[in-house]
Structure formats: C-alpha cells, structure tokens
C-alpha cells in the first residue's frame, strides 16, 4: 500500500498544477499546502528517475533551427548521474575537425522545488552543459556568441505516463521527452546504434522521399538526413509550399520536434504527424495514427531514376545474370587484356563529361595508367511498382567494336535487354543498395549500389 499512497499523492499533485489559482478557495481543494505538494512531487519523481534501475534515453531539443540529440542517462541514489552521447559537438571538444563521437562523463543531478519540481544537472558535465555554453557553436558561419546552442540544463518536470517523462527547458521552453530503457544495456554500444539507424533510415544519396498520407497522396520529403527535413505537396510548389522542421532520429525511430499537419489532396482531410517507429522493411510508421507511411519512391522508379549513378556489383551477382556477368569480364580479358573497373547506369560523371541515362563501362586497358570509356544509351519501362526492364539504344563506336570482338559481352547485354528486372531492397526508406532479379527466376540477380 505504500508505493499506491504515493502515486495516489504524486497525482493529487499534478491534479494541482492544472487547478492552482489565487483564490482562497484553494485551501479547502487541498490539505496540505503549496510548498508541501511540491515537495511530494519532487520526492515522486526522483523515484521514477530511480525505478527499475535509472536509465533513460533523452530527446534533447534546443532551438527550432537545430537538429536534435540523442542522450542516455543512469541517475543513481547517491546523487550521480552518467551521461553518454554520440555526435559532432562532443567530438569537437577535443579536435574541432572531429566528426561525430561517443563520449560518457559523470556528474551530479538533483530535483529542486521551484514553481513546481526541477530536473536539475548541477554540476557541470562537459558532454551535456556544452549545448547551454555561450560560446561560439565551431564550424558555423553565424556568431552564436554569448548565446550557442541556447540549450538548458534545467528542466520543468511536467508529466509522467508509461514509462515516458515529458519535461520543458526551464530557460528556453523545448519541449523534451525522457523515456525509460533497459538498465543492463551498454550505454556506447546503445549510442553506435542510434548513428547506424540514422544511416538507414534516411541516406543523402537518396535524397528525396515521401509522406505516404492515409487517402493516398504523398508529400514530398527533403533533406531528411540532416534531421532538417522540409517537406511540400508532391504536386505543390516547393518555392512558395515548404514546411521545416527540426527533428531527431533515435534508437527505434525519428522524432520532428513539433507537430506537423499535412493536408491529403485525395481525401481532402488534414493528418496531424510527429513521431514514427522504424518497421522491419525499413519504412517509417507514424505511432499518432498508425497509417501514415514514410518511404522513398517505388522501388522500379528508384532504380531507373536518370539523376542518379548506379554501380553494378559483379562480387554479388548469382545465377545467370551473374555467370554472364562474370563471364563478359573474363571476355575483356582474353580479348586485349583490359578489364572491367566498374559499369554504371542513370547519370556517370567524368571529368567534365556527364553520361545522362548510359549504360556506362569504364575498361582498364593492359597498358598501365590507360582507360577507355565506353557506353550505351538506354531507356526504361517501368512495370507496376516493382519492376522495369531496360530498352536498349544505341552503342558508342568503342563499344559497339568490343561487343564484336567479345561474344560474352554480347550476350550479357543482350542479356540486359532481353529481362524484365524486378526490384527488392533491405530497406523502403534509404533503398541504397537494390536487387535486380529476373522475374521469371528471381535466384538469378545482378545488384546495384547508388554511388
């Protein structure tokens, strides 16, 4: 019963903080006094920040322009805190050129009674305090000094439900949400995680993806990876349309750091998102109404989009299409001695020269520090979502010579032209590697990677 008198205690409390007023009716609601309650509240939630071993993972936000951060605490009764971080600022401690980089630091933490209950760091705590310095953020071209990050090291406690704190910067008002995690976990191997997940859930090489809204239209998402993304009406205008937004992407999924309302052109109703859950395929799921989608386009429109540069890999490739592969390199070979150093396709650029929509081979001939430069035009058919083949135009005057001298290269670009591939990746959000497989024989795959 003791541990119910308290929460039965902690909720009569905040039931206060949204009834308090000034009135001297005030002290008929409440037995005990103000500076009692607060008290009580302060007491509650240094048990929570305790309970179940004490470590919590932090969506820290500072200002609206700046992206946020992810941070793991461990509050322990003796009044320490550990504090653990992966990003750029942390590693600029040490090497302004650094990029971004774990670090771990112990310090204090108490729960003042002001208004109403403080998360206070009171003792400096260089991986943390380092966003509520006013100095100069390194690597900027504005001048932050006297000002920084103007982030907070002193939080309002104003909430708790299941397992999730929400908190607001006592100085600068970000809204913060600190969530319960498993004690036993490894706070650097834990952090590793969160920057190999930002990886795949956007990627820069794959720079434009959508909101899939529930009655079927798309907004437009850019800039994802920079946790700044802006985001417009597929057939909207970017110039006059953009909505930004800082966000973060965390262990399990990616956060914007204020609501954003979409409006669905289709259905002609507006959707409220903010916070989305990785799923197995990669995508992203709003948890606010557990339908909204975040993906990169089709994967057949991916694969065949001209801006980008894709690269065969000849080390993957299996069945047919990867014996015919290896065996037009091994073709080149016995020809002149040249070998393959890579085939692209979308948009390959040399020098000053841009091969748009190529088929493009770049030989490396027997005599050393020589190479030669081939290619073949193409168009594409896409079929349905997943699938296209390639429609095959004409050859440059190299290499249609070679594929006369060379019977495999022949065959393999016979091969290309002759198959309908249909696509497949690990990932629906940053599709950065695909597999082309035949349709009719999906173990026989050549696969691609964006460059």
């Not at 040399?350 to 030669?372: H, M, P, S, W």
Request: glycine share 8%; aromatic share 12%.
């Amino acid at each position: 019963m003791k541990k119910l008198y308290k929460f039965s205690a902690f909720a009569a409390v905040l039931m206060s903080a949204s009834l308090a007023s000034c009135t001297h009716e005030e002290a008929d609601i409440f037995e005990e006094s103000a500076a009692n309650r607060t008290e009580m509240a302060r007491k509650a939630y240094r048990e929570i920040l305790l309970d179940k071993g004490g470590k919590w993972q932090m969506e820290y936000f500072t200002t609206e322009e700046e992206h946020g951060y992810v941070y793991l605490f461990t509050f322990r009764n003796d009044g320490s805190v550990t504090i653990s971080g992966h990003n750029e600022y942390i590693g600029m401690l040490t090497d302004p050129s650094a990029k971004s980089t774990y670090g771990s630091e112990t310090s204090l933490w108490t729960i003042l009674s002001d208004n109403g209950p403080v998360l206070s760091f009171n003792s400096y705590n260089n991986i943390f305090h380092l966003f509520a310095s006013p100095e100069d953020i390194p690597n900027t071209e504005r001048d932050e000094q006297g000002y920084g990050h103007s982030g907070d090291y002193e939080f309002d406690l104003m909430d708790y439900r299941n397992d999730t704190l929400h908190l607001e910067g006592k100085k600068h008002g970000a809204k913060i949400i600190m969530t319960r995690v498993d004690a036993a976990i490894d706070d650097e191997i834990y952090m590793n995680e969160v920057v190999a997940m930002a990886d795949s859930f956007f990627n820069a090489k794959i720079p434009t993806v959508y909101v899939n809204l529930p009655g079927g239209y798309r907004h437009i998402v850019l800039n994802g990876a920079s946790q700044l993304p802006k985001f417009y009406p597929e057939t909207g205008d970017y110039i006059t349309e953009w909505v930004g937004r800082n966000a973060i992407i965390t262990h399990d999924g990616f956060t914007l750091g204020k609501p954003l309302t979409l409006c669905d052109s289709i259905d002609g109703n507006h959707y409220t998102v903010q916070h989305f859950i990785r799923q197995d395929d990669g995508s992203l799921l709003c948890t606010d109404d557990g339908v909204t989608t975040i993906t990169a386009d089709a994967l057949n429109k991916v694969a065949t989009d001209s801006t980008l540069c894709w690269r065969f890999d000849p080390a993957t490739s299996v069945g047919e299409l990867g014996e015919s592969f290896t065996a037009f390199t091994k073709g080149l070979t016995e020809y002149n001695g040249s070998s393959l150093q890579y085939m692209n396709f979308g948009t390959t650029v040399i020098g000053n020269t841009k091969y748009i929509k190529k088929l493009f081979f770049r030989l490396k001939l027997k005599k050393a520090g020589q190479y030669l430069n081939i290619s073949q035009a193409y168009e594409v058919e896409r079929i349905g979502k997943d699938q296209f083949r390639f429609v095959l135009g004409e050859m440059d005057k190299n290499m249609a010579q070679y594929v006369s001298k060379v019977p495999a290269f022949q065959a393999f670009i016979d091969k290309l032209g002759s198959t309908t591939f249909k696509c497949s990746s690990s990932s629906l959000l940053a599709p950065i590697c695909i597999k082309l497989a035949d349709s009719q024989n999906e173990s026989s795959a050549l696969y691609i990677n964006v460059q």
